[in-house]
């Protein structure tokens, strides 16, 4: 890797795929009765987000702790931001602490790769604005990987609010890498500008995804969340009419191959875009995602800080 992890579309599919490998070694320390692994201790990891977040600062927390990192976690709303502080003022004061790492997560799409040319530590993107989120994509395809197998020449469907998630954005540099083919699907207004350069297929129609009329069956669906907090317009007429048409309804849940899976990065809109028939199924993967999210995340802080000290031994005892 790196010496940083802002973007899917940094890692090659070899760096890819040894990232998800060492995350099913770190996966199995969370049936131990004691989950620690010496890999970081002495390290200093700060989670550093101006966002809410629930999930992703929490497994960035345990993912350290359970490598034996110190960890620390500032809010904007706990900290000097609040007080007007510039983000680079406050980047700079954290990185003189000597700490090794730095989890941002920021509402300015590209905030993270500025505070890259501020400080000399490494920098982890835990989403900026409406641009990226790769370690969310990571969790994704170790997710969709444990139920499926390989994902080269998987299909998987992207659906819902495409404009406002970087998640979608992650996701199909990811998934592409890896050999998965993408289509994303999604009413015009919530299409992105530029989405026609994106490499991956493009649908409006959901039924006929469903259906395997674009790109074949699908073998993993994605239900995006609605963002209504960065929506300032129409972007449909109502909720019920964008659940009728995009919403992962029991009908359509029922459409989907027998194998298929569906995902949710989280939180849930119940009843807008996933039914609650959808979200709690056996084919749903959504606590499966949480689960992975710590493992994926100790993967990711422990090549960047300790896998060119001791990669062996520290993932010796994660199998042992």
Partial sequence: MTRHLLSAGDLSASEATTILDSAEQMYAIQARQVKKLPALRGRTVVNLFFEDSTRTRSSFEIAG????ADVINISAKGSSVSKGESLRDTVLTVAAMGVDAVVVRHAASGAVQRI???VGCHVINAGDGTHEHPTQALLDAFSIRRRLGELSGRHV???GDVTHSRVARSNVLLLRTLGARVTLVAP???MPAG????KCGLSWDLDAVLAGEVDGPVDAMMMLRVQRERMSGGYFPTEREYAIGYG???RRLALLPEHAVVLHPGP???GLEISSAAADSDRSIVLDQVRAGVAVRMSVLYHLLAGADEPAAALEEASA
Avoid at 65 to 68: I, R
Avoid at 195 to 198: D, I, K, N, S
């Fill in 248 to 250: 992962l309804s029991p």
């Fill in 188 to 190: 015009p207004t919530l």
């Fill in 157 to 159: 469907a992207i659906v």
């Fill in 65 to 68: 702790k359970w490598l034996s």
């Fill in 268 to 270: 849930m809109n119940r």
């Fill in 195 to 198: 989405v026609a350069t994106w």
């Fill in 116 to 118: 890259t040319e501020w």
